[in-house]
């Protein structure tokens, strides 16, 4: 099953579940009535909340976004490279290079295998 | 950004009416004017048309982050303008006060961190131009792990 379709599944049960009406219940009602409904109010919860982490795990990355944001880390760690370059003997300069390619190098590699990014 | 941004800001005033919403339709409107004129070639015309838009009063009742979005939108067009007409020093002070309206970790910090950046490398000033650099490259680092986690905030 698709996890699209299970979540429609479980959401689908959540609301059956809390579209039951909550009488109270009975004076007369068993200990084993009263296990009974308190056990599909949890079950109810846990149904919701599987459903939550569903649709946020469910979320398709931004890729224009994603690809924007790393060409723009990667031409700023250019950039501070091309001075630090100007400035050889400067090591903090050289330091700041260092950081900036390795921000480059972090940012393609969390690229998403869905987002086909255009090197640049 | 420009536009989206503004459009974005007036779209959350639209139900409030008002003066608050009038000023973002204003700075909408003053985008799209400059927009008319760089594509005419005019810059300077289109900085004074937001140079118009960041000296006018705000109303009391816009947010202070819409306001200062707003704000550091133009304050980045501007000084984005200045670049190009090859007035560093004019640009530098644009993105001054752009960050000087406060710094948070969103595009407009980066952007402006980005120009400022650049006025500083344009008039040889690199080391200062490298901080800015360096502010703008973990500003967007962390705009990217927000996109990933499903947030993706401009």
Known sequence: MSPRLLSAALLATAACASAVPRSPAPATASDAERATALGHEQRAGELERVLSALSVEEKPPDCPRVCE??????????????????????????????????????????????CSCQPH | MKAACVWLVAGALAGCGGRAARWVEEAADAHAQADLLVR??????????LEELVSRPVPAQVAAQDRRAVLQDAYARLAGLALEERRPSQALRYADAGLG?????????????????RAHEALGQDAEAARDYEAAQIVAEALLQEALSGGGAR
Do not use: K, M, N, Y
Request: proline share 3%; hydrophobic share 35%.
């Open chain 1, 69 to 114: 944001l790393v060409d723009q880390i990667c031409d700023l760690s250019q950039r501070i490279c091309l001075i630090s370059g100007r400035h050889a003997e400067d090591a903090d300069l050289g330091a700041r290079c260092a950081a900036a390619e390795l921000r480059c190098r972090r940012s393609r590699d969390r690229i998403p295998p869905s």
């Open chain 2, 40 to 49: 005419r070639g005019e810059r300077q015309q289109a900085s004074r048309v």
């Open chain 2, 101 to 117: 309206l406060g710094e948070t970790r969103d595009v407009f910090a980066s952007s402006l961190r980005t120009l400022r950046g």
